[in-house]
């Protein structure tokens, strides 16, 4: 089976870092990534780790340990913006996407 | 980035009637897209694996006689919902992904929220 674990929900301040961490276990892996998700909309794309060690793109940087099966998104210089749902999701064989259920992210002034 | 969009955004039907729900990649070519499904407060579940010029690939416990997909180009994938039910009631994803060297990445459409009466 497959299952990737996040906490539901994490509130900050603005201008705080803010890690929101994933564990997985699944049958096949080839990547973990991160999807932002606000109210009624569409997911879009934060970042991608398919191998060890960590991916930073601007505010936003993501970890990945393989042998941990474990991955982070760490969020810096938070805005009130951010608050959102974020999600990671295991890529697996064909290029499907098997997603966490998700982290509500409450960024307060 | 690319782009994907879907056609209706949203659509009430009457239970027992059929929805077709589009799925277009408007400047790139997908040969496979994906589509979802997400009931409120949940996560994205994956329902099927579209592949251009070939059946759909499901994911267990969906019914693909009730869910109808077809990818008839590189650019289209349609999920046709037959014989709705209140409880099919939902928010449907589709996303895409193009061919080149950031193919790991997918690229999602704004959804479709269908409400079953």
């Known amino acids: 089976g497959q299952s990737l674990e996040q906490p539901s929900e994490v509130t900050a301040v603005e201008g705080a870092i803010v890690q929101i961490n994933c564990t997985y276990q699944?049958?096949?892996?080839?990547?973990l990534s991160w999807y932002q998700q606000h109210d009624g909309g569409a997911p879009t794309f934060l970042s991608y780790?398919?191998?060890?060690g960590l991916e930073e793109t601007g505010r936003f940087s993501s970890f990945l340990s393989r042998s941990d099966s474990y991955g982070y998104l760490l969020l810096q210089e938070l805005q009130m913006k951010d608050s959102a749902s974020y999600f990671c999701?295991?890529?697996?064989?064909?290029?499907?996407?098997?997603f966490g259920q998700g982290t509500e992210l409450s960024v307060k002034p | 980035g690319a782009v994907v969009s879907q056609h209706p955004s949203r659509v009430i039907c009457k239970s027992g009637t059929s929805v077709k729900i589009e799925c277009r990649s408007l400047?790139?070519?997908?040969?496979?897209m994906f589509w979802y499904r997400q009931f409120p407060k949940q996560s994205l579940m994956l329902m099927a694996t579209?592949?251009?010029?070939?059946?759909?690939?499901?994911e267990q416990g969906v019914e693909k006689d009730k869910f109808l997909i077809n990818h008839a180009s590189l650019t289209l994938s349609t999920l046709t919902v037959t014989s709705a039910h209140p409880e099919d009631s939902s928010f449907y994803i589709c996303?895409?992904?193009?061919?080149?060297?950031?193919?790991?990445?997918?690229?999602f459409g704004p959804g479709t929220r269908l409400t079953v009466t």
């Open positions: 400047d790139f070519q997908a040969t496979t």
């Open positions: 780790n398919a191998l060890d």
């Open positions: 579209s592949n251009e010029g070939s059946k759909a690939t499901y």
């Open positions: 699944t049958s096949g892996f080839y990547g």
């Open positions: 999701a295991v890529r697996g064989p064909g290029g499907k996407l098997i």
């Open positions: 996303s895409a992904s193009d061919t080149g060297p950031s193919s790991y990445e997918q690229y």
